[in-house]
């Protein structure tokens, strides 16, 4: 009765109605170099006996997100006649467990969490997808058996197969920095982590400091610090370490995982490499770590943090003019290990199968369903049959660019983790770590706790 409740209270976040042509954000067959009409109208004809079902789906999107998303279910209403109801909560990883436990899941679920999807799967709420999809994957997504790996889970039986669609990605691997201050000193992006390396030290013998850093997030502290492990450890290793760490069959006290961490500490434990020095790394706020880019002089140079961040940038920054990006350079010594990109993003899966939801895993796979939200902001994909014009700007078009070039995805590795290890000691452990212990006495203790989880 109580998830019945609650579901009711969620679902007034938003109901969509049925679609008209008016609600479209970008009418059909307009500007065809942007956008692929020919799949929403093949669509559209396959899927003409839809009309008057009813579609539930339940996601982590709301504010602004959640319009943009409406603006992509408008078109699947339009091609096909369902109703849609989508609804969310702030409390929407709970609420998910809720429902789905009180027998009252929606048709399709929508979760940046595939530790919480992979529960759901253990306990036989997740439907597998249609056959074809891991070959869709295969074939339509850059780096596809990445993937296919973060879309498969085990039922209840231990039966693997793949039951999520990622849909909307984050890039993680990137370094922030000021076109006019690289100008200035006459400074040039980095491509190979050696490169970058040697711009670190070339900036302190030019007198600047190179990095601002910051582990600062309150109750979340160090938090930072796990994606620049993630990212080193990516870079120095084939991704089946990376997998054995997230699902504890590689430990932390591996000496593989000490030597990321301390790659880390080549950066951030050097006085003369961070803004404030290395004892200010673990106080400093991430919010405010990259304004030392835009101070006069500049209190740093690079920063290395997700595509979010300029969202913490100083008010009237313009990307590509006052703050640009490059790509978390590989290792030229490991040409073996490609181009790995670590990230984020949310998977799209079934609870209560229906014809509609069946088809709506469809619609995900045409290009039109990516582009409309390409178009507007906020939104990445690994999709090759896409048309990158399609991207609002340069930037998030650059940004797709680094996940149509990786050969390597793997998801945020801390979020994979148990969450007293992924969200507790881990980050604990990385401001113990940038205070002056040692990797090898972090990584034990990290460790100690995992051993001793139940």
Not at 297 to 307: D, G, I, N, T
Not at 361 to 385: D, N, R
Not at 393 to 420: C, H, W, Y
Request: glycine share 10%.
């Amino acid at each position: 009765m109580i998830g019945k409740l609650l579901s009711a209270v969620a679902g007034l976040a938003l109901v969509a109605g049925a679609a008209s042509a008016a609600d479209l954000k970008f009418a059909p067959g307009s500007d065809p170099q942007r956008f692929h009409w020919d799949s929403y109208t093949q669509f559209a004809k396959d899927h003409a006996d839809l009309k008057g079902q009813t579609l539930t789906i339940f996601g982590p999107w709301r504010g602004e997100d959640q319009a943009l998303f409406e603006s992509v279910l408008a078109y699947f209403e339009q091609a096909t006649g369902v109703k849609v109801s989508y609804a969310s909560s702030e409390n929407y990883e709970q609420q998910i467990v809720v429902d789905t436990e009180a027998g009252s899941p929606p048709n399709i679920a929508i979760l940046p969490q595939p530790g919480l999807i992979q529960d759901l799967a253990s306990k036989g709420y997740v439907k597998p997808l249609p056959g074809d999809t891991k070959q869709w994957l295969l074939d339509n997504y850059a780096a596809g058996q990445s993937w296919v790996d973060l879309s498969t889970f085990k039922d209840k039986e231990g039966k693997a197969s793949v039951m999520a669609f990622p849909f909307k990605i984050d890039v993680k691997s990137l370094v922030w920095y000021s076109p006019d201050n690289f100008k200035d000193a006459g400074y040039k992006v980095p491509h190979t982590m050696e490169e970058l390396k040697a711009l670190t030290e070339q900036i302190v013998k030019d007198g600047g400091t190179p990095w601002c850093i910051g582990l600062g997030s309150g109750g979340a502290t160090g938090w930072p610090a796990t994606d620049w492990v993630e990212d080193i450890l990516l870079r120095q290793q084939p991704p089946q370490v990376y997998d054995g760490w997230v699902d504890n069959s590689v430990k932390f006290t591996d000496p593989r995982i000490i030597s990321a961490i301390n790659e880390f500490g080549w950066f951030a434990k050097n006085d003369k490499y961070v803004d404030g020095g290395a004892k200010a790394v673990a106080t400093t706020d991430f919010r405010d770590s990259p304004k030392g880019l835009f101070t006069s002089p500049p209190k740093c140079y690079l920063h290395h943090m997700a595509s979010f961040i300029p969202s913490f940038f100083p008010q009237g920054t313009q990307l590509g003019k006052d703050a640009d990006f490059f790509y978390f350079p590989p290792y030229a010594s490991k040409p073996e290990l490609g181009n790995p990109v670590e990230g984020a993003g949310t998977l799209v899966f079934i609870e209560k199968q229906n014809p509609a939801a069946d088809a709506f895993i469809e619609f995900l796979k045409t290009p039109i369903a990516h582009e409309v939200w390409m178009a507007q902001s906020s939104f990445l994909t690994p999709y090759k049959g896409v048309h990158p014009e399609a991207y609002a700007n340069d930037v998030m078009k650059r940004e797709g660019q680094i996940l149509l070039d990786a050969t390597t995805f793997r998801f945020d590795g801390s979020d994979l983790m148990p969450a007293k290890i992924g969200a507790g000691a881990f980050w604990t452990g990385m401001v113990d770590y940038v205070s002056g212990k040692s990797a090898e006495d972090v990584a034990g203790e990290i460790q100690k706790t995992w051993d001793g989880l139940k």
